[in-house]
């Protein structure tokens, strides 16, 4: 070891642009940045040779003093905060003061600007931080153009790990693309050489909001999305979210950001796995679109270099809010992919202390709610399988959509009309008070090979997988259930020993109300020692000991644990699927609707237990277009 010296200073922003600069698109992404926070509602980025060549970006932001733009180039130098306290609270998108300083130290770099109250522009020149500069006046319209040439031409090993060009401008591609959802008032324009590889045009209404998302996240994503916007202790939440049905292989589709500040955060990553948890299916990942408005007091965003990560001083609070936003809506998304946000239940948080769930009796297969009191039946597929005739009412109901959507002839409707039996049970009478409503599911038709229920709508087509649904619905009943009462709890023979550390006893005593009200009665019976006297009758096939130890586990890294409530819904989930009505058995028609009508009252009947849709709709036109109709 040599003696302490200090760095040479160009070596010093090399260093730092290690930190900051890793590729191109880093570059793209700190001066789109700088050129957002000088107010610029027009960016336009030439990109060259994926980057590595060159990278040009010009606003029409409030432009840089002549004075200032050598001063511009050193390291720590912002005009954006000047005190800690603003450092508290900082609303720009950028403030260290270095990107540029790092930029310039590995690049060869052009910097003209003409603020709005210079009649002349200057342009300053300078390659790798060297001493030497120019600085000169140039022709430029208000605001700044920053040219960025030749990217780590004086540090060769950097330029090694670079990519092929197509893969580094594909890099920054995204990376505009993630800067432009989070700033729909400004437009862009990426070239590549001579070519528009995208040009999105500000976008001030939702309606242009919405296509801008479209043409970054695709149609699809679109057609499968919630529009959100929920409020609660001064945060607000806007986005799309994306149905369960348009989850993804890939978590490429899930853009969160922060007072416009776009961030990869574990907290809010977990808070949205369990939004989303009950309708996931296997290792799928939802995709979305979401905007966190907060106090920027409440968050911190100097916590790393490139600004990616925040600390939230209500951690617990933040994760809680966005926990229960998206689970509500989820819940409450009705089956025809839509929800009303005027009628969103408030959002209430949960504390460490404080718990949703109250005793009651054990849930088993004897009082689990059924849809029928038939026993099941194994019958197969017949040519000709029985079926009661359509009630009246639920004819009455389908020839009139039919005439609307012209599925029908007239000739059928006057049969529909005239030929109908009589009104023989209750359940007809039901369907009566709701003769002018169309329910989102519709009415049942038929049976198709004892599997799946095919129901007509104002739209078109329903296909419903029996099981499937009946086994979600059932689920949300046992929850239900579950949730209105305290769970039982039995007395073990032999008490669970539990040993932990110092740190997890504290908590474990300090959390010793949340256990109880789960069913779990905990003892301390030595310094680092616990004993488990009762459990819920439903763990009796789960390692409560471990399970304890993971849910301090959690506490201890995330401040949050929901594994022991989740641990009950598994079981729960298991008996609701092991009691649903199994492939093959007969349903009659208005079964059938009672089904249909069961899910529309259940949340989240769009998907079963195990994230699998339960039904799926084809409108008139689409069927028009499989059989080529019009054509």
Same mark, same amino acid.
């Given at each position: 070891?040599?003696?302490?010296?200090?760095?040479?200073?160009?070596?010093?922003?090399?260093?730092?642009?290690?930190?900051?600069?890793?590729?191109?698109?880093?570059?793209?992404?700190?001066?789109?940045?700088?050129?957002?926070?000088?107010?610029?509602?027009?960016?336009?980025?030439?990109?060259?040779?994926?980057?590595?060549?060159?990278?040009?970006?010009?606003?029409?932001?409030?432009?840089?003093?002549?004075?200032?733009?050598?001063?511009?180039?050193?390291?720590?130098?912002?005009?954006?905060?000047?005190?800690?306290?603003?450092?508290?609270?900082?609303?720009?998108?950028?403030?260290?003061?270095?990107?540029?300083?790092?930029?310039?130290?590995?690049?060869?770099?052009?910097?003209?600007?003409?603020?709005?109250?210079?009649?002349?522009?200057?342009?300053?020149?300078?390659?790798?931080?060297?001493?030497?500069?120019?600085?000169?006046?140039?022709?430029?319209?208000?605001?700044?153009?920053?040219?960025?040439?030749?990217?780590?031409?004086?540090?060769?090993?950097?330029?090694?790990?670079?990519?092929?060009?197509?893969?580094?401008?594909?890099?920054?591609?995204?990376?505009?693309?993630?800067?432009?959802?989070?700033?729909?008032?400004?437009?862009?324009?990426?070239?590549?050489?001579?070519?528009?590889?995208?040009?999105?045009?500000?976008?001030?209404?939702?309606?242009?909001?919405?296509?801008?998302?479209?043409?970054?996240?695709?149609?699809?994503?679109?057609?499968?999305?919630?529009?959100?916007?929920?409020?609660?202790?001064? @945060?607000?939440?806007?986005?799309?979210?994306?149905?369960?049905?348009?989850?993804?292989?890939?978590?490429?589709?899930?853009?969160?950001?922060?007072?416009?500040?776009?961030?990869?955060?574990?907290?809010?990553?977990?808070?949205?796995?369990?939004?989303?948890?009950?309708?996931?299916?296997?290792?799928?990942?939802?995709?979305?679109?979401?905007?966190?408005?907060?106090?920027?007091?409440?968050?911190?965003?100097?916590?790393?270099?490139?600004?990616?990560?925040?600390?939230?001083?209500?951690?617990?609070?933040?994760?809680?809010?966005?926990?229960?936003?998206?689970?509500?809506?989820?819940?409450?998304?009705?089956?025809?992919?839509?929800?009303?946000?005027?009628?969103?239940?408030?959002?209430?948080?949960?504390?460490?202390?404080?718990?949703?769930?109250?005793?009651?009796?054990?849930?088993?297969?004897?009082?689990?709610?059924?849809?029928?009191?038939?026993?099941?039946?194994?019958?197969?597929?017949?040519?000709?399988?029985?079926?009661?005739?359509?009630?009246?009412?639920?004819?009455?109901?389908?020839?009139?959509?039919?005439?609307?959507?012209?599925?029908?002839?007239?000739?059928?409707?006057?049969?529909?009309?005239?030929?109908?039996?009589?009104?023989?049970?209750?359940?007809?009478?039901?369907?009566?008070?709701?003769?002018?409503?169309?329910?989102?599911?519709?009415?049942?038709?038929?049976?198709?090979?004892?599997?799946?229920?095919?129901?007509?709508?104002?739209?078109?087509?329903?296909?419903?997988?029996?099981?499937?649904?009946?086994?979600?619905?059932?689920?949300?009943?046992?929850?239900?259930?579950?949730?209105?009462?305290?769970?039982?709890?039995?007395?073990?023979?032999?008490?669970?020993?539990?040993?932990?550390?110092?740190?997890?006893?504290?908590?474990?005593?300090?959390?010793?109300?949340?256990?109880?009200?789960?069913?779990?009665?905990?003892?301390?019976?030595?310094?680092?020692?616990?004993?488990?006297?009762?459990?819920?009758? #439903?763990?009796?096939?789960?390692?409560?000991?471990?399970?304890?130890?993971?849910? #301090?586990?959690?506490? @201890?890294?995330?401040?949050?644990?929901?594994?022991?409530?989740?641990?009950?819904?598994?079981?729960?989930?298991?008996?609701?699927?092991?009691?649903?009505?199994?492939?093959?058995?007969?349903?009659?028609?208005?079964?059938?609707?009672?089904?249909?009508?069961? @899910?529309?009252?259940?949340?989240?009947?769009?998907?079963?237990?195990?994230?699998?849709?339960?039904?799926?709709?084809?409108?008139?036109?689409?069927?028009?277009?499989?059989?080529?109709?019009?054509?």
């Amino acid at each position: 070891m040599s003696r302490i010296h200090l760095l040479n200073p160009q070596l010093a922003n090399q260093i730092a642009a290690g930190e900051v600069i890793e590729r191109p698109a880093s570059v793209v992404k700190e001066l789109l940045e700088n050129s957002l926070d000088a107010g610029a509602n027009e960016i336009d980025i030439l990109i060259e040779g994926g980057g590595i060549q060159r990278i040009c970006i010009r606003d029409n932001g409030c432009g840089i003093h002549k004075d200032d733009l050598v001063l511009a180039l050193s390291r720590h130098a912002t005009s954006k905060i000047s005190s800690l306290t603003e450092l508290e609270q900082v609303k720009s998108l950028g403030f260290r003061g270095e990107a540029l300083a790092s930029i310039a130290s590995v690049s060869r770099l052009t910097l003209s600007a003409r603020p709005a109250q210079a009649s002349t522009a200057w342009q300053l020149s300078i390659e790798g931080r060297e001493p030497e500069f120019q600085l000169q006046p140039v022709a430029h319209p208000l605001g700044t153009t920053i040219d960025v040439r030749d990217l780590f031409f004086n540090t060769p090993a950097r330029r090694r790990f670079l990519r092929t060009e197509k893969t580094e401008f594909s890099h920054i591609s995204d990376k505009i693309s993630q800067i432009a959802l989070g700033h729909f008032d400004a437009g862009f324009t990426l070239k590549q050489g001579q070519r528009t590889a995208l040009q999105l045009p500000p976008a001030k209404t939702l309606l242009a909001r919405e296509e801008r998302v479209a043409k970054i996240c695709g149609d699809h994503f679109m057609q499968q999305a919630l529009a959100i916007e929920i409020e609660h202790s001064e @945060m607000t939440l806007q986005g799309w979210i994306g149905l369960p049905i348009a989850m993804r292989s890939q978590s490429d589709l899930q853009y969160f950001y922060v007072n416009g500040r776009i961030i990869r955060d574990k907290l809010i990553s977990h808070a949205m796995r369990q939004a989303y948890k009950d309708v996931q299916y296997s290792d799928r990942h939802p995709a979305y679109v979401l905007y966190l408005t907060l106090n920027p007091e409440e968050v911190d965003v100097n916590v790393h270099p490139t600004k990616n990560e925040v600390r939230f001083r209500e951690s617990r609070h933040v994760h809680d809010f966005l926990y229960r936003a998206i689970h509500d809506v989820l819940a409450q998304a009705n089956t025809a992919n839509q929800v009303n946000l005027d009628t969103l239940k408030p959002i209430e948080l949960l504390s460490p202390s404080s718990s949703d769930h109250t005793q009651h009796e054990t849930v088993t297969s004897d009082n689990i709610p059924a849809i029928h009191q038939q026993e099941p039946s194994t019958i197969k597929f017949t040519p000709h399988p029985k079926q009661q005739v359509l009630p009246l009412v639920i004819r009455e109901q389908m020839t009139h959509y039919a005439s609307l959507g012209k599925t029908h002839s007239d000739e059928a409707t006057e049969t529909a009309t005239t030929v109908l039996p009589e009104i023989t049970d209750t359940h007809d009478t039901d369907e009566l008070q709701a003769v002018h409503e169309v329910p989102a599911l519709g009415y049942a038709l038929g049976q198709l090979h004892g599997i799946y229920i095919l129901a007509e709508n104002a739209n078109g087509l329903v296909i419903v997988d029996m099981h499937a649904a009946h086994e979600r619905i059932l689920y949300e009943q046992l929850k239900a259930q579950q949730a209105a009462g305290k769970i039982q709890t039995q007395v073990l023979c032999l008490p669970l020993t539990l040993n932990v550390t110092e740190k997890e006893t504290a908590l474990l005593l300090n959390q010793q109300s949340v256990f109880e009200s789960l069913g779990l009665v905990i003892e301390q019976i030595a310094p680092t020692a616990f004993a488990i006297r009762s459990a819920p009758a #439903l763990f009796q096939h789960i390692d409560v000991t471990q399970l304890v130890q993971d849910v #301090l586990s959690d506490w @201890m890294a995330e401040e949050n644990s929901q594994r022991i409530i989740h641990t009950i819904h598994e079981i729960l989930g298991n008996i609701a699927c092991k009691s649903a009505k199994q492939a093959h058995h007969r349903l009659t028609i208005p079964e059938m609707n009672a089904l249909l009508r069961d @899910m529309e009252k259940t949340d989240r009947s769009g998907q079963c237990n195990h994230g699998r849709p339960t039904c799926r709709e084809f409108s008139i036109k689409e069927l028009d277009r499989l059989f080529l109709r019009g054509r």
